[in-house]
Structures are given as C-alpha cells and as structure tokens.
C-alpha cells in the first residue's frame, strides 16, 4: 500500500517585504515567513494565497506564494536611477519594497536622482521586476526636501484642501470677522459661560500656531482649587457631512513634520478662528474641575463658553520661571506669575497622585531636530522636557480623563482612547530580559500591573539603560487605539480616558466634542433618539482616526530619519559616545548622545562574536569579554549612505 499524501494546508494574507527581499504574510495568529525565491510576482501589500511548506518545531510557519489574489499596488515613489536610456525607480520610505522598471520613452522628462511617483505598466513575474512609467515629478534631484516631499506622497497623505473646502473655510473666516470688533464678539451666544475675566492663557512650543487648549486656575478655598481646561469649539465650525469635516475625516490628523505641517483643517480655521489667539474672543468647551488639596476630583462641570487668552506662552519661557526665577521673565509675567505658581503645585500633586495609582511615565530621550535655512538638517539634540511641558500634560490628562468618565457613567455612545494590557507571552520575554540587568518582574504574565512596570522605570530611571529598557517596555506593550468600548489605559493606569482636548489637530476630539455639544443642546428624548446616529458612525470613526495616527507616526519617524542620516553625512572619521542600543545576529546598534543610531558590524571588532539571544549581549568566543545592551561605548562614524539611509559605526573603545 502506498505512502499517504499529505494534505496541503493553504493560508491568505497580505504581503510585507523586507528590504531584503523576503518577506511576511500577515496572520492574525502567526505571521508565515516567504522566502526571496517563494515570493513569485507578488508585490508588498498585494493580497495572496500562500502554499505553507514547513512549521519546524511548530514555532515558524514558512510557506510560498501560489497565487496573487489582489494588488494592492498601482504606482511606487521613489528615486529614479537613470542609466543611458533605462533606469529603476527605487523606493523611498517604508510603503513600497519594489524596484520599477522604466523603459526609454517613459521618463516624462525625469532625471537621474529626481524624485518621481511611477505608475505600474506592467506587474512582475518571478524572473522580472515590475514595469512602470513617470507620471509626476515630485521633486528634482538634490532638493532638500525632496525626499520629504516624496514620503508624503508615498504613504497617500493629503497635501492640499479641496475647492469645496476652502471656500467653506473663507466663508467662516469671514462671518468670524463680522460677527466681531476689535476681537470681541458683537455679543456672546447664547446659553455660554462668559469666562472673559478669568485669568486664560496658552503654554505651548515656542513655533506653535494652531492654540487648541487654554488653562485657568482660581483658588476656591483653602482646601479646593478649581482647574479651568478650555478647548476650542471647533465643532461649533465644523459640522457633520460638511467639505470640511469630510476633508477632516480623510486626514484623521494633522502631520508634524520638521519643517512644515500638513494641517487637519485650513489655516483659516488652524491658525485662526479656532486657534486660541491672545488678545482675542473664541468660543470653547470648557472642562471645569474641583480638586482637594490631595489632588482627588470632588466636581465637576462641562460646558460651552467664551474666553480671551490674556497671554501667548512658551514652555521655555514658563520653565525658567517655576524652576530658575528668571528675573526678568517674573516681572514680564507679574500679573499672571501667582497663578503660574499655583499651577505647578496642583501639577506636582496631580502628577503625584498618578503615580501612586501606577502610571507609567517614560522620560527617554527624543530628539530635537533644528534645520538650516536650505532644509538641512544643522544641529541635533535631546528635546527637555521641563516644568511647563509637565504641568500642561498633567491638566490635559486630567480634562481627558474627567470628559471619559462623564460620558461612560451617562451610557452615550463616545470614542475612548484605550491601551489594553499586555500579551503574557511578550511579558515572559520581558522578563527575561530584564534578568539580564538583574530586575525581577512579579511571577504574575497573565496579569501584569502598570505599577510593575513603572516601578522598573523608576528603578534604572537616570541610569545608561534607561532610554533601552524603556523602549523594550515599550515594545512589549500594546499599541493605544481608539475604540467606541472602554476599555481602560494601562501605561496611565486610568479606567476611563479619551482625547478631547486636541479638535484642531485630531478628529477623534473633534468627534466627540459633537457628543458633547449635542448633550449639552438636546433634551434627554432628543439625546436619547440622537444615540442611535452617533452610535451607527462611531466604529467607523474609530477606525478611521486609529489608521490615519498610524500613518502619521511613521510618516514622522520616516522623516526624522532622513534628517539624521543628513546630519551624520559629513561626520565620517569623528568619534562619539555612545551606549549598545540593539544586539542583533549581525551585529550591534549604537546609539549616540544625541539619540542618532548605526550600525557596527562583528566583523569589524577585534576577535569572534556571536550573538547570545538567551542573555541579549555578544559575546567573544576567545576571550569571553561580552557586550550587553545600555553599554557605554565610543565609535567612529566609518560611512553613511543617505541613500539607504544606513550608517555604519567602529567601536574605538569599550568603557567600564
């Protein structure tokens, strides 16, 4: 009797390729591994079928791709490497993995280096790469903001508002304008808190522009001090199914690049009507908070108002006063200067109390990138976070917590800021790997408390590992998402929470602040009969505004860097400090004072290492000296390619 055949097993998924060639299709259980030769035609992002081949030990299923089901690619950015009269479009960014052919007659007058977006003629096979023509020149070669310009492109994000759009924005801008004076309202709407004589200002980046958040204080009592957040209304602006809000809802956010912003709404609304300017009357939420002098929620209230901003401040500048006394800031800032003091004891007390409760609060450093006036890339160094940056934090915090529980306990529909807890599998790794520096996490993987965690913070907190072992926290945590369900936020350690307090920049406040206004406007009937309209649109919403922070993020991270490899292109022979920030099969990542990283392969140090995956270090064979993550080291800069985006370091010495 013959041997049985055994049953193949398919799978489908999308494709994600490496740099490298291979890739993975993406399960929700277990991704499956393609190698280079099993990957056939297929493109990352492309729909598939895959045949699994093998699941050695049942840990890593591999398989190859029998099928393409559905492309997911229809152009590629990147730069155009021109060769007589053919070239390749290499991709730029994370989103593409895919060289494209391009055939003479197809280079829309393209040159070698340009920037370019291609669109896909012909799709590729197992021996041939795919086959496509110029279609938009996105930025010539050498420009500095050239590759900026592309990612952007590249990860489909929205540059320019439509006609519908801008014309509505002109249109509010302009009503705005008459229904004030010398920016104060002819009158102030009816059923708002007129909170104009209150003491108001903003704190925010010296480059700020758009002001979506004001803060006020007023001792109430001995015992009760009453937090005012006020948050622009710009719901009162932007209604549902309107040019705007669908320009809006597409973007999901706006992009913080270095040099520019890519904004959620036009300026006329970011910069303007809405931006909580000194000097001027705009219309907010507000949330009002009573705290006791332990920093605990005794009342609350939320409602529409009208406030003036009496200042326009700087965290800097907010900074050297609470910590350093500036002299001569204290007595620009005299009128406001007992309130800024108050305010700072309620953030410590507030801040306090987080902690008690187990917040985790990462401090690790993050760089601060200051370019030339060509777009260069001048001067890198570790963003501070100070005293005012801190305190405001702290507020926003507490407003989004306070709004969350409010409308949990009133049983609405809403959109929650959630961060489930970790998965017990990546909690043993974690353990084990903080063993490696001698750090007991408690027996307990299945239910893991922030407090373990923020304890292991504050434990190598100001040590060389801290800025690695937090971001292996990090990495061992889920990722925070918007959900209509709340489901708490473990790094806070909060029960309810949620974004209200960014509407300019983020459409998830902007769609909960039409919650709230609703609340606010309806009778219970008409909220009740309201319910069913936000309840149908929310998932839809979360998802959306979930996706496009994504986007954001690594868009953001894409362009950082390229700015440091730009910074570190012409260091090359210098020697810096820095600590071992990655130990991988191939070698060893550094990363230096200033939070650039690169890469030291074994084969550039004395004697034989091998990686010690169990111990996380790299050990010699010869001599057993080991090198472990967090550290100290000096390198030598031996080469950056800004194409790759790749920088390679020496170790010239190893510190004790």
Not at 73 to 101: A, Q
Not at 188 to 193: A, D, F, L, W
Not at 297 to 312: A, T
Not at 569 to 594: C, P, Q, R
Request: charged share 30%.
């Amino acid at each position: 009797m013959g041997k049985k055949r055994k049953k193949k097993r398919y799978a489908e998924g999308l494709l994600e390729k490496t740099k490298r060639g291979f890739g993975f299709v993406i399960q929700e259980e277990r991704d499956i591994y393609i190698p280079r030769n099993g990957i056939g035609g297929a493109m990352d992002g492309d729909l598939v079928r895959v045949e699994i081949v093998s699941s050695p030990r049942g840990m890593k299923l591999e398989g190859r791709i029998t099928k393409v089901l559905k492309r997911n690619t229809e152009t590629v950015v990147g730069r155009l490497e021109k060769k007589d009269h053919r070239g390749y479009v290499v991709p730029i960014g994370k989103h593409g993995r895919d060289i494209l052919f391009i055939r003479k007659g197809n280079f829309l007058k393209a040159a070698n280096g340009d920037i370019v977006e291609a669109s896909i003629v012909k799709y590729p096979d197992s021996d041939n790469y795919a086959e496509g023509k110029v279609r938009h020149i996105i930025a010539k070669a050498g420009a500095a903001d050239g590759e900026t310009l592309g990612l952007i492109q590249s990860y489909g994000v929205r540059r320019f508002f439509g006609d519908k759009a801008m014309k509505q924005a002109r249109e509010l801008e302009k009503n705005f304008i008459n229904s004030q004076e010398n920016g104060r309202f002819l009158s102030v709407p009816e059923g708002r808190k007129d909170l104009r004589d209150l003491i108001t200002f903003t704190i925010d980046g010296a480059h700020s522009k758009d002001f979506d958040d004001a803060v006020s204080l007023v001792k109430k009592s001995e015992h009760i001090t009453r937090l005012y957040v006020h948050i622009a209304d710009v719901a009162e602006y932007v209604k549902e199914s309107e040019p705007l809000d669908k320009e809006a809802f597409k973007r999901g956010n706006s992009i913080y690049l270095l040099d520019r912003v890519i904004p959620m709404l036009p300026e006329q609304l970011s910069n303007g009507i809405c931006s909580l300017n000194p000097g001027e009357d705009r219309l907010t939420l507000t949330c009002q908070v009573d705290l006791d002098e332990r920093g605990r929620v005794v009342d609350h209230e939320i409602y529409e108002s009208v406030i003036r901003s009496d200042e326009r401040l700087v965290y800097d500048d907010v900074s050297d006063i609470l910590e350093n006394n500036d002299q001569e800031l204290c007595d620009r800032y005299s009128a406001i200067l007992p309130v800024l003091r108050d305010m700072k004891d309620l953030a410590e007390t507030l801040n306090k109390r987080r902690m008690r409760h187990g917040s985790i609060d990462f401090d690790f450093n993050e760089a601060e990138i200051i370019l030339d006036e060509e777009g260069h890339a001048r001067e890198i160094k570790v963003a501070e976070r100070r005293t005012a940056n801190r305190m405001i934090e702290e507020f926003m915090l507490m407003a989004n917590k306070v709004v969350a529980e409010h409308f949990f306990w009133s049983r609405s529909p809403f959109l929650y800021r959630v961060h489930e807890k970790p998965d017990p599998l990546k909690i043993a790794e974690l353990r084990d790997f903080l063993r490696t520096f001698g750090i007991e996490l408690p027996e307990r993987s299945d239910n893991i408390e922030p407090a373990d965690l923020a304890a292991v913070i504050d434990r190598v907190s100001g040590t060389p590992q801290e800025n690695v072992v937090s971001r292996v926290i990090i990495r061992t945590m889920q990722k925070a998402d918007y959900q209509t369900q709340c489901l708490g936020h473990f790094g806070l350690a909060f029960r309810y929470y949620t974004h209200f307090t960014s509407p300019i920049r983020r459409y998830s406040d902007l769609f909960i602040h039409r919650i709230i206004k609703d609340r606010i406007h309806s009778t219970d009937k008409e909220f009740n009969e309201h319910q069913d309209h936000f309840r149908k649109i929310s998932e839809k919403v979360a998802v959306q505004v979930s996706s496009c922070e994504r986007t954001a993020l690594e868009l953001e991270r894409e362009v950082e860097k390229i700015a440091k490899v730009d910074y570190m292109s012409d260091k090359a022979g210098m020697d810096f400090d820095g600590i071992i920030s990655g130990i991988t099969a191939n070698g060893l990542y550094v990363e230096l004072d200033n939070t650039v990283e690169g890469f030291v392969r074994y084969d550039t140090l004395t004697g034989f290492f091998i990686y010690d995956e169990k111990n996380y270090r790299a050990v010699n064979r010869g001599s057993g000296i080991s090198l472990g993550l967090g550290d100290p080291v000096r390198i030598k800069v031996m080469a950056v390619d800004k194409v790759a985006k790749l920088i390679d370091f020496n170790i010239v010495q190893i510190k004790q």
